[in-house]
């Protein structure tokens, strides 16, 4: 499975920015995907997760209310739109994927997921 992320770029704080995640590579696409983020001088950090069958998601609480990750399976592409954004959340965002159907309580666990796309950079200004 190859992954491949865009829509990254500079915003000012309370901005929004759409990320995308395509995923190729098998006929079916991912059963799980997510998004990952690393600040420099951090340690990489969950975001958000969705299921492919039933939808199921899960976002770090950093992000509750103000992120949301959609998938378009026709398409194997996954979503994350980010409002409100805030400098804190400047970072590289990665996409994650895994073809087994990941349980929600791993969900969070970069460990779950054996494919990876590059990262893209969010810069957020105050």
């Known amino acids: 499975v190859q992954l491949q992320a865009s829509g990254g770029g500079s915003v000012q704080a309370g901005g929004s920015l759409r990320l995308s995640c395509a995923a190729s590579g098998r006929t079916s696409g991912p059963s799980t995907m997510a998004w990952f983020r690393q600040a420099p001088g951090k340690e990489r950090e969950f975001v958000a997760a969705?299921?492919?069958?039933?939808?199921?998601?899960s976002y770090a609480d950093s992000v509750k209310g103000r992120f949301t990750i959609s998938r378009d399976n026709a398409k194997n592409t996954a979503f994350l739109q980010m409002n409100s954004l805030k400098p804190e959340d400047t970072a590289a965002y990665y996409c994650a994927a895994a073809e087994s159907q990941i349980i929600i309580s791993n969900m969070k666990s970069s460990t779950a997921y054996p494919y990876w796309g590059q990262g893209t950079q969010v810069t957020v200004s105050s």
């Open positions: 969705i299921r492919r069958w039933g939808g199921a998601t």
